[in-house]
Structure formats: structure tokens, C-alpha cells
């Protein structure tokens, strides 16, 4: 079945630090991958995604590359803010299935 | 739209008692799901529907716990009766499709002492 694993948290960074949060997932055919991010007492809401091999997610200055040959989608930002402290999920839909979750990431972003 | 609608956002009940959370999807979309989120077990997926049908509740606990979708703009998801460990966010979340984006709902934090 599809899975996905991402590094275990809490990440505690520094204002305007480089991020990365790795995501590596296992799944048959060509899913679609994703990074949900969830605010303190929020619901989850969709960051950014790809939807095949090589594609690019961005938004908010975070970025993704889906790579299929490492079966990769590592989070990325090159500065941090105080505000992007939150909860980042991975997730992948693919052959048919419901999405599948990491366990989440949490990143405490400090002055 | 006005997203996912949940109701209510809180709630403290007693052991024993029935609980009935809400959900409103947004409109159009054909696939509703629940979620449970706890510190200890992480979001787990519960049931969800497509076009008003359940189609995996694998995930649903046990049989204290049932979930209904009369028609295509609401859900509710019931437990019946509650113990202190059901205490969790309940979040409700729509889709167009099983591989499209998933838009949550702002979740139902729920206490049962």
C-alpha cells in the first residue's frame, strides 16, 4: 500500500533560516503528492502540490520537487518566518487510494 | 464558498454521553471524509463517502462510533456512547475527487470527561 514518511519533529529554527523538511514516500504508479500545512487550532489546508514526475509545487515561498527517482518530496523555504510556524504534512494519493498522511512535522519558527 | 462548515467547535460532554458532530461540504464536491487528530496517534482517517455512499469506514474505532451522509450537503458523525479516550479533533474535509486537493473544515475539539 501507499506510505509516506517524513523527519520527525518539533524543527526549531531561527528567523529567516534556510528550511527543509524530508518527505519520502512509497507508492505504486504515479501518485500525486502534497504538503499541508495546519496553523495552531486550524484545520489542515493545502500548501502546495505535484502531480507528476519533475513538476514543482510553490507557494509562500516554500517550494517541492516531486522525484520520482528518490521517490522524494522534500519541503523547502530559504527564509523562515515567524508565522510559518506550524504543523507540514506530506500526503499522497495514487492507484486508486485515499490520501495517505505523514505524520506531520512541527517547525517553531523563533525571533 | 464559505468552505467546510463544522459544528459545533467545541464540545464537553460526560462519559457515556451521545455525541453528534456536523459537517457541511462544499458544494459540488462528491467526497466527504472524518478525520480523528490526537497528540498520541496523529490524524487518522475514519471513514469517508463518495456521492453520499460510505465507502471505507476501516478506520472508524468501533461500533460506538457511526457516521451518516443523508444527502450531499451534510454529515454527521456520532458516538454513542462517548469514553474519555474519544476525546480528540474531529475534523470533516471535501474533495472533487479521491486525488484532488482535500479542503478541511476548522474541526470539532472534543472533551468528554
Known amino acids: 500500500g501507499n506510505s509516506v514518511t517524513q523527519m520527525e519533529g518539533p524543527v526549531t529554527l531561527s528567523e529567516e533560516a534556510f528550511l527543509t523538511i524530508n518527505c519520502t514516500y512509497t507508492?505504486?504508479?504515479?501518485?500525486?503528492l502534497f504538503w499541508y500545512v495546519q496553523y495552531p487550532g486550524e484545520g489542515l489546508q493545502l500548501l502546495l502540490k505535484a502531480t507528476k514526475a519533475d513538476d514543482k509545487g510553490s507557494n509562500k515561498g516554500f517550494e517541492a520537487t516531486y522525484r520520482k527517482e528518490t521517490t522524494s518530496f522534500h519541503l523547502e523555504k530559504g527564509s523562515v518566518q515567524v508565522s510559518d510556524s506550524a504543523v507540514y504534512f506530506c500526503?499522497?494519493?495514487?492507484?486508486?487510494?485515499?490520501?495517505?498522511f505523514g505524520t506531520g512535522t512541527q517547525l517553531k519558527v523563533e525571533l | 464558498d464559505a468552505g467546510v462548515i463544522q459544528s459545533p467547535r467545541h464540545e464537553v460532554t460526560e462519559m457515556g454521553q451521545e455525541v453528534t458532530l456536523r459537517c457541511k461540504p462544499i458544494s459540488g464536491h462528491d467526497y466527504l471524509f472524518w478525520y480523528r487528530q490526537t497528540m498520541m496517534r496523529g490524524l487518522e482517517l475514519l471513514i469517508y463517502f463518495n456521492n453520499n455512499v460510505p465507502i471505507d469506514d476501516s478506520g472508524m474505532p468501533e461500533d460506538r462510533f457511526s457516521a451518516k451522509m443523508p444527502n450531499a450537503s451534510f454529515s454527521t458523525l456520532k458516538i454513542q456512547p462517548s469514553e474519555p479516550r474519544d476525546s480528540a479533533v474531529y475534523f470533516c474535509a471535501s474533495s472533487n475527487t479521491l486525488r484532488d486537493t482535500q479542503y478541511f473544515g476548522p474541526g470539532t475539539r472534543l472533551t468528554v470527561l
Open positions: 500526503a499522497l494519493t495514487g492507484g486508486g487510494n485515499k490520501l495517505t
Open positions: 507508492a505504486t504508479g504515479y501518485p500525486s
